[in-house]
């Protein structure tokens, strides 16, 4: 019966773990810097995202080149075509990269924080991109253009502070689900302080002979289960890029990334599992030694 009840524990202890590591995943991947950096590279190495980016600040600046008074039609078209390649060679420079990953950085800010402050009726927080760090690059740039009559004219253009893009607004059911998760998200600490001390206690109630075989099993199913959950990750289907706006091209390249790294989490589970079976199995067989099994005293 001991035995039943130490299982039992080695369960709950399982499922506080698993349940920690994959809000410890959310956690790290919503508020801090680093995982979007790494998405931030992914993206804009992209095609179809460097591609949406190079249409977008390039309507943007030629809507602002409408507003600037030229003195003949002509510089109107050279500026233009100066603005067409210029953003071309922004996209190409290394500067870009940094301006890039401020602008991710923002924008996961700015979702994280309008999720932290959602309540149930509000309306759902919208995904939204600002490209005005790109727009002040190619504007710097062609302040410097080779053909002088361009670059005083690009003085006169103005970029706005808040070149803000709207793509599109999470879905209700969404949103629902993501914001409590994000506060839940912040106690993941707690659920794998829970796992570790559960499963002391199931380790200690167990008999002798049993307590490696609750570490066995723990780690097999802890293993079995972040390779399912690996598996089930790959097997998730996810939207085609198709006739989508910039933010909806990122957030699909942006969710490849963030699934890759999840798997990845999943599978140092897999190996914290196998590495607790071995230890469970060198368990077993020592104390199956140390302790043999009673014969039954004939009837």
């Known amino acids: 019966m001991r035995n039943v009840f130490a299982g039992f524990l080695g369960i709950v202890a399982l499922l506080a773990g698993l349940l920690g590591v994959v809000l410890q995943w959310i956690d790290h991947s919503a508020r801090d ?21 190079a ?48 602008i991710l950085g923002q924008s996961r800010e700015r979702l994280v924080a309008d999720l ?75 659920f794998l302080l829970l796992a570790a001390v559960v499963l002391l206690l199931a380790v200690a109630f167990a008999r002798p002979r049993g307590r490696g075989v609750v570490l066995l099993l723990v780690g097999l199913f802890a293993a079995g289960g972040g390779a399912l959950l690996r598996y089930l990750l790959d097997q998730v289907g996810l939207p085609g890029r198709g006739q989508a706006t910039l933010v909806q091209t990122m957030a699909t390249v942006a969710t490849r990334q963030l699934t890759s790294s999840l798997a990845a989490s999943l599978m140092l589970l897999v190996w914290v599992g196998l590495a607790m079976a071995v230890v469970g199995l060198t368990w077993w067989v020592i104390a199956a030694r140390r302790h043999p099994a009673h014969p039954r005293p004939g009837r």
């Open 116 to 190: 932290d402050a959602w309540r149930s009726g509000d309306p759902s927080p919208d995904l939204t991109l600002n490209l005005t760090p790109i727009a002040h690059l190619v504007l710097d740039q062609l302040k410097t253009h080779g053909d002088p009559a361009v670059a005083l004219a690009a003085e006169h253009i103005e970029v706005p502070d808040q070149m803000v893009m709207t793509g599109t607004r999470l879905e209700d059911r969404v949103t629902e689900i993501a914001s409590p998760t994000l506060q839940l998200a912040q106690l993941w600490q707690a």
């Open 55 to 102: 249409q977008e600040v390039t309507q943007r600046l030629e809507e602002s080149l409408k507003q600037v008074d030229l003195p003949y039609e002509q510089l109107t078209q050279q500026l233009t075509e100066a603005v067409e390649v210029t953003v071309e060679e922004v996209l190409a420079d290394q500067g870009f990269d940094t301006a890039w990953r401020t």
């Open 33 to 53: 810097p680093r995982p979007t950096e790494q998405v931030a590279l992914a993206v804009a190495e992209d095609p179809a995202v460097h591609t949406a980016v």
